[in-house]
C-alpha cells in the first residue's frame, strides 16, 4: 500500500500525529509531501516552538528512503492507493494534484469543524460527535512521548492536582482558581499563550520539566483549550497518576471509562466528590492511574490510532 500524505508547512497535531503513527507502520510508503521540516527538526505540534519545546527524535528519521520524486506522475497514474491531505493544504492539492486516481482523505484537524463541501472524498475530524457524517479521528500520543514521561515514574508525589498550561481567562482560568481555593497543595502554574514576540511566556515550563512536574502529582487535570480535544489529555493519560477530565462533547474510538480509567467532571462541585476519595485511598488512585495508563497504550498510541484509521478507510471504500 502507498500513500502519499500531503502535508502543509505549519505544525498541526492530529495530521501530524496521523503522519506519524502512518510512518511507524508503513515505512517509507507513506511519502509525506511537501516534506514537512519542522516534524524532522522536533517540533511536535507547536506553531511556537522554541528550542526547550521540541521532542528530539520523535519522528522517525528521512534517510533518503522515501521517494519524493515525479509525485504529481505518480498520483496521476495511481501509483497510490490513497492521498491523505491536511485540509490546510487543499488549495495546494487542487492546483497541483487535481485529477488523481488515488481515493481521497481529508484531515480536519481544526479547533472548530472546517468548512468543507461534499464530496467524493473522506473527511477526518477531530472535533466531532460523528454525527456530521466525518470520521471521528482525535489526536492520539507517540510512543517517544509515552516513554519520555513514564522515566519520570520515580518521583515522589508531591502535589494533590496538576494543570500546568495556558490560560487566558473563560472556564479554564475559572476552574483553575476554583480548585486553587479548595485545595492546599495544588500544582498550578499558568501562563499566557505563547506568541512569536514571546515565544516563552513567564510561568511556561520546558517540556522536560513540564513532564517532571506533573509526574509529582498524583492527579492530573485535563481541560479544554481553544479546541475540546488537547495534546494534554493524551500526555495526562500517559502519567502515574489519576486522570481528571472534563467531559467532552466528542465521539474518541475505544474511549476511557469513567470511574475505571479516568474521572470525568462537568462542574467543580462533581469534580470535588470524585477527587476527594481519591487523594484519600492510595490504592485506589494507583489502580485507576495503572487503569489509564494500560488503555492509552492498547487503544490510544498513535500507531492504533493510524490502524483504526487505516480500517476505516479501507472499509468505507470498499
Given amino acids: 500500500m502507498k500513500i502519499l500524505f500531503i502535508t502543509h508547512p505549519y505544525p498541526n497535531y ?33 506553531g511556537v516552538c522554541p528550542e526547550d519545546q521540541k521532542c528530539p527524535g ?11 520524486e515525479d509525485i504529481a506522475k505518480k498520483a496521476a497514474a495511481g501509483y497510490f492507493k490513497y492521498i491523505v491531505c491536511d485540509c490546510r493544504a487543499i488549495a495546494w492539492l487542487l492546483s497541483n494534484l487535481a485529477g488523481g486516481k488515488a481515493r ?19 473527511i477526518c475530524r477531530r472535533e466531532t460527535d460523528g454525527a456530521d457524517f466525518s470520521l471521528p479521528l482525535p489526536m492520539a500520543l507517540p510512543e517517544e512521548i509515552f516513554r519520555w514521561i513514564s522515566k519520570y515514574d520515580h518521583l ?9 498550561g495556558s490560560t487566558n481567562g473563560g472556564r479554564r482560568r475559572k476552574i483553575v482558581d476554583d480548585l486553587g481555593r479548595i485545595y492546599s497543595d495544588t500544582l498550578f502554574q499558568t501562563s499566557i499563550i505563547p506568541s512569536a514576540d514571546d515565544p516563552a511566556p513567564h510561568g511556561r515550563a520546558n517540556r522536560d520539566e513540564y513532564y517532571r512536574r506533573l509526574q509529582k502529582c498524583r492527579v492530573v487535570l485535563s481541560l479544554a483549550g481553544a479546541g475540546h ?37 462537568e462542574t467543580v462541585d462533581e469534580l470535588k466528590r470524585k477527587i476527594d476519595p481519591i487523594l484519600e485511598k492510595a490504592d485506589r488512585a494507583q489502580e485507576i492511574a495503572a487503569g489509564s495508563r494500560r488503555h492509552l497504550v492498547a487503544e490510544h498510541l498513535t500507531t492504533r490510532r493510524a490502524a483504526y484509521f487505516l480500517e476505516k478507510i479501507e472499509r468505507a471504500y470498499r
Avoid at 30 to 40: G, S, T
Avoid at 58 to 68: K, Y
Fill in 14 to 46: 492530529v495530521p501530524d500525529l496521523l503522519l506519524h503513527g502512518l510512518r511507524k507502520l508503513l515505512g517509507p510508503d507513506v511519502v509525506d509531501y511537501p516534506r514537512k521540516n519542522c516534524l524532522y527538526q522536533g517540533v511536535l505540534g507547536l
Fill in 58 to 68: 520523535w519522528f522517525p528519521d528521512d534517510t533518503g528512503s522515501i521517494d519524493r
Fill in 104 to 122: 481521497l482523505i481529508l484531515i480536519d484537524g481544526e479547533d472548530l469543524p472546517a468548512r468543507i463541501p461534499p464530496g467524493n472524498y473522506i
Fill in 156 to 164: 515522589e508525589k508531591k502535589f494533590s492536582i496538576g494543570f500546568l
Fill in 229 to 265: 480535544d488537547t495534546f494534554r489529555f493524551w500526555e495526562n493519560a500517559a502519567c502515574n497518576a489519576v486522570h481528571l477530565a472534563s467531559r467532552l462533547p466528542l465521539y474518541i474510538p475505544n474511549d476511557f471509562t469513567d470511574r475505571q480509567n479516568i474521572l470525568r467532571f
